[in-house]
């Protein structure tokens, strides 16, 4: 039996027609889209299917669209008989994974990142935070930048996603200047991202205090797969722990790069992105070039996902 790791993305892999070929092709698609409007009490799944763009954008419906787009391909997945050994998720991503793990259930997980939408839009006024990604510069050289750029403001690494690709978050002073500082230390590029916050700074700390208290309220079970924690890049076994790393995750760097080695080492066949796009089979390709990387978000595509797994039996 062919080992997979199924990865589920974050937030910037929204796109206007995600999931839409798939609740067309498949009833198990169609029927998660029309749970999460139950759950939610609005029609997300026209959102996702028709847009407006700019709609899809705001944080609070991104974030259970993309969990939702990410659900639907799953289910399709399992429906297929697609089983993962390991599962992970980037940053929002992480509540998809749970959900595949049986640690978190669906309708749950929707409405959670709804409201953490809306807690880490709230956390920092409009236009206080930004975030930048800064390519071709080694994770201690632009620790430094970090540090130097401080006395303009908070500026921490955020997201360490693959060789050469760092993201940067906090007050938009600081992370201009740690940028200027990190293309005169050699860095190829640094790219201000369009997002509405600082995600994943400590200036999110607002946002998780009061997703501790939501969290607190959510029945979580321990993880029936094997699931990594981008906080901490390890294996993470039970329902506690699971609900003290969310929390945490909110204000944390998401380790990208050291979780998907850590599944590396571990023993896996293949990766395959669930869910919209495939940023995260860009990450892998940069850190493990052998490994054969899948992405599932259409029929096409999961099909793609069933061969390779019939090439192995």
């Known amino acids: 039996m062919r080992r997979l790791a199924f990865i589920f993305p974050g937030q910037g892999s929204q796109y206007v027609g995600m999931g839409r070929q798939l609740a067309e092709h498949y009833p198990v698609a169609a029927k998660t889209f029309s749970e999460a409007n139950a759950a939610l009490g609005f029609d997300l799944q026209s959102l996702c299917f028709?847009?407006?763009?700019?709609?899809?954008?705001?944080?609070?419906?991104?974030?259970?669209?993309?969990?939702?787009?990410?659900?639907?391909?799953?289910?399709?997945?399992?429906?297929?008989?697609?089983?993962?050994?390991?599962?992970?998720?980037?940053?929002?991503?992480?509540?998809?994974?749970?959900?595949?793990?049986?640690?978190?259930?669906?309708?749950?997980?929707?409405?959670?990142?709804?409201?953490?939408?809306?807690?880490?839009?709230?956390?920092?006024?409009?236009?206080?935070?930004?975030?930048?990604?800064?390519?071709?510069?080694?994770?201690?050289?632009?620790?430094?930048?970090?540090?130097?750029?401080?006395?303009?403001?908070?500026?921490?690494?955020?997201?360490?996603?693959?060789?050469?690709?760092?993201?940067?978050?906090?007050?938009?002073?600081?992370?201009?200047?740690?940028?200027?500082?990190?293309?005169?230390?050699?860095?190829?590029?640094?790219?201000?991202?369009?997002?509405?916050?600082?995600f994943h700074s400590s200036l999110m700390a607002p946002a998780a205090e009061g997703l501790s208290r939501l969290l607190a309220a959510v029945e979580l079970a321990d993880p029936r797969v094997k699931f990594v924690a981008n906080i901490e890049a390890d294996f993470v076994e039970t329902a506690k722990e699971v609900r003290e790393r969310l929390i945490r995750q909110v204000v944390a760097s998401v380790r990208w790069e050291e979780s998907m080695r850590r599944i590396l080492d571990a023993g896996v066949d293949a990766f395959v992105e669930v869910g919209p796009g495939k940023v995260l089979n860009g990450f892998i390709r940069k850190i493990d070039r052998d490994v054969p990387v899948f992405n599932a978000e259409d029929p096409e595509s999961c099909q793609k996902v069933l061969a390779f797994l019939k090439e192995g039996l």
């Open 50 to 198: 028709n847009g407006p763009e700019e709609g899809l954008k705001e944080t609070a419906v991104t974030q259970p669209a993309i969990l939702t787009a990410s659900v639907a391909a799953l289910n399709v997945l399992l429906e297929l008989g697609a089983r993962p050994t390991y599962v992970a998720g980037h940053s929002l991503g992480e509540y998809s994974a749970l959900v595949a793990a049986g640690a978190l259930k669906f309708a749950d997980a929707v409405r959670l990142v709804r409201r953490r939408g809306e807690l880490m839009a709230a956390a920092v006024p409009d236009g206080q935070g930004s975030m930048a990604a800064v390519l071709g510069l080694e994770a201690s050289r632009l620790a430094e930048a970090c540090r130097a750029a401080s006395d303009a403001g908070v500026v921490e690494m955020a997201n360490l996603n693959c060789p050469g690709q760092i993201v940067i978050s906090g007050s938009r002073a600081a992370v201009q200047k740690a940028g200027e500082l990190a293309r005169a230390a050699g860095a190829k590029r640094v790219v201000e991202l369009q997002v509405s916050g600082p």
